[in-house]
């Protein structure tokens, strides 16, 4: 079946610091991917999606690149700032409707 | 914007009770999905739902069931709940496959 592999958290970063999180999956077909974030408190909202091979999501300064070869959608973002501490999820839909996500990465931004 | 509204944001609930978790939203969705979330664990999906008294099993069914009579409307029901079924669960719709999940604000159910 689907499945979402992400790199463990929490990850503790410094103010400006560059962020990579990891993402892998596996599933059949052609899935879309996608990432959502969590703030403390708050629900789960979209953060960026790529639905095709070398589609590059996008939003707030945050990026990540369909990479059917390696099976990856690595989330980027040059210079993260205190606000961005949060719960990022990666998660894919492959065959029909189901969307299965990724265990979570914490993370924390200090100043 | 898209509201998904949960009946409860917390419950309390004894061990072999029966539960129900309500979920409505108001944007036509054909796609309707319950997970619970728990820590390390993410987000684990129990049922889905493509369209009215249509539904799937998702990862995690065992002990759980579901009822859509309704479009707007996806309930989760714990026909006996247990302490292991203490979580976060969260309601979410879309309308297809590449479109985003809108989520609820969530239940958190303690089964004592």
């Known amino acids: 079946g689907d499945s979402v592999t992400q790199m463990e958290g929490p990850v503790t970063l410094s103010e400006e610091a560059c962020l990579t999180i990891?993402?892998?999956?596996?599933?059949?077909?052609?899935?879309?991917l996608f990432w959502y974030v969590q703030y403390p408190g708050e629900g789960l909202q979209l953060l960026l999606k790529?639905?095709?091979?070398?589609d590059k999501g996008s939003n707030k300064g945050f990026e990540a690149t369909y990479r059917k070869e390696t099976t990856s959608f690595h989330l980027e973002k040059g210079s993260v700032q205190v606000s961005d501490s949060a719960v990022y999820f990666c998660a894919l839909t492959g065959g029909g409707n189901k969307l299965t996500f990724g265990t979570g990465t914490q993370l924390k931004v200090e100043l | 914007d898209v509201k998904v509204t949960q009946s409860s944001r917390y419950l309390v609930k004894r061990t072999g009770e029966k539960v129900f978790l309500e979920c409505v939203q108001d944007?036509?969705?054909?796609?309707m999905f319950w997970y619970r979330q728990d820590p390390g664990l993410g987000l684990r999906l129990i049922y889905f739902?493509?369209?009215?008294?249509?539904?799937e099993k998702g990862d995690i069914p065992e002990g759980y069931s579901v009822s859509r009579e309704k479009k707007e409307r996806f309930s989760l029901i714990l026909e006996s709940a247990s302490t292991n079924q203490t979580s976060m669960y969260l309601c979410a719709s879309r309308q297809g496959r590449n479109s985003p999940l809108h989520f609820g604000n969530g239940t958190r159910l303690t089964v004592t």
């Open positions: 990891n993402c892998t999956y596996t599933a059949t077909g052609y899935p879309s």
């Open positions: 739902s493509y369209d009215v008294k249509m539904k």
């Open positions: 944007m036509d969705h054909e796609n």
């Open positions: 790529a639905t095709k091979a070398d």
